[in-house]
């Protein structure tokens, strides 16, 4: 992608439409990197996440899996409904860690403002980059062809002038494609996309817009800024400005853990309160340790609670000084938990984690790390 084309708007949009951003996706990451790895997984539908009689959910899903419904997120006890000759496979983090370092090697070659969603997506801003290439759609196909010939694995661009519309551009022609959104396709691109398809826009909204009569970005388009305020509070202005293909978020070069946490989801319920206590004392020891190899301190503790009908509740404690100490997070853990329902009520997951970080670390934050413990 190459810009040539100004638009008669202030001196501050002009920069903003001449920027160059890439969103890097893998394809199917960790489901490729198992196939990968085992040749005989190839061509067949393999599920990476937990057991199919477990209460685990789909991390990833191969494509041949996909063709059967089955997504991330998914309880894996469906997918094994939807399909009973998938293979289930437990994560490897660790492999995966290692081949996403090898893949931000490479982007680190074209660029240092990237800016890391996961182990296995980023956006990189081109704008000026180490090759001086004006291209940044010539910069997303080098990237794509280095990944796959250091890594073996399959990865998907979008390319554009923000945030929104590349990671939304590189959904469109998966597995194994590029897609290019310029400048002057902005607007009328946003126009036609359904609201469901929007970054940032769950069910539940995508549900309540619909009830607004909001189908696609043409429709988000006649609202106004009052209007989305009323309706969807701090949400307004983002909403007011993707629906004319405007995201002025910057490509961010560091993303900062803000919390560290530790929790589970049981096989059956709990609802004995010495059990949970039991529970809590090792994911608040599992949490110390990783919290002083990290040298990361925080204030703030938090325990989560899933009840067997999925209602979900939080407790939190703010302290007056940073800490990393099993006993001190322990003590407060335990009275946050005995202030919920747990033991007179049934228990499905149970978490404790440690926020407000004194020294926060620049890291990539492996949020399916936490949720995939499943207890056997």
């Known amino acids: 992608m190459q810009y040539n084309v100004l638009y008669h708007r202030s001196k501050s949009q002009i920069v903003f439409y001449m920027r160059k951003i890439i969103h890097v996706d893998m394809d199917a990451f960790y489901a490729s990197v198992e196939q990968k790895d085992n040749p005989s997984l190839r061509g067949r539908p393999v599920v990476v996440g937990g057991r199919p009689d477990s209460r685990g959910v789909v991390a990833a899903a191969s494509y041949e899996a996909r063709e059967y419904g089955i997504h991330s997120a998914m309880p894996c006890s469906q997918a094994y409904r939807l399909c009973p000759q998938t293979i289930f496979i437990r994560p490897r983090f660790e492999a995966y860690k290692q081949i996403s370092q090898q893949i931000r090697e490479i982007f680190n070659e074209f660029t240092d403002s990237i ?36 890594t073996g694995l399959t990865a998907s661009a979008g390319v554009s002038y923000n ?11 998966k597995p194994n494609g590029i897609k290019v959104i310029l400048p002057e396709e902005g607007e009328e691109f946003v126009a036609t996309l359904p609201i469901g398809k929007f970054y940032g ?3 539940a909204t995508e549900q309540r817009m619909h009830t607004f009569g909001i189908i696609n970005g043409a429709d988000l388009k006649t609202k106004s800024l009052q209007f989305l305020s009323e309706k969807f509070g701090k ?30 989801t049981f096989a059956d319920d709990i609802d004995d309160i010495d059990l949970l206590l039991e529970k809590l004392a090792k994911q608040t020891q599992n949490l110390a340790q990783t919290l002083e190899k990290r040298e990361l301190q925080g204030k703030t503790i938090t325990v989560k609670v899933k009840y067997d009908n999925f209602q979900q509740i939080t407790r939190s404690k703010t302290l007056n000084h940073a800490t990393d100490n099993y006993d001190q997070i322990f003590n407060v853990a335990k009275r946050l938990l005995l202030n919920t329902d747990a033991g007179k009520r049934k228990v499905r997951l149970l978490g404790v984690s440690l926020s407000s970080f004194t020294d926060e670390e620049i890291l990539l934050a492996v949020q399916l790390e936490l949720d995939l413990q499943i207890e056997n």
Do not use: C, H, M
């Not at 997506?121 to 250091?150: M, P």
């Not at 519309?165 to 022609?173: E, V, Y």
């Open 115 to 150: 800016e890391p969603l996961s182990l296995d997506e980023a956006y990189l801003d081109v704008t000026e980059n180490k090759l001086n290439q004006v291209s940044a759609t010539i910069i997303a196909q080098e990237i794509r062809k280095r990944i796959f010939e250091r």
């Open 235 to 264: 949400s307004a202005d983002y909403f007011y400005k993707i629906a004319r293909g405007i995201d002025d978020r910057e490509v961010k070069v560091s993303r900062k853990r803000k919390s560290l946490g530790n929790e589970s």
């Open 201 to 203: 826009i769950g069910k």
């Open 163 to 173: 945030k929104f519309l590349a990671k939304t551009a590189s959904d469109i022609n």
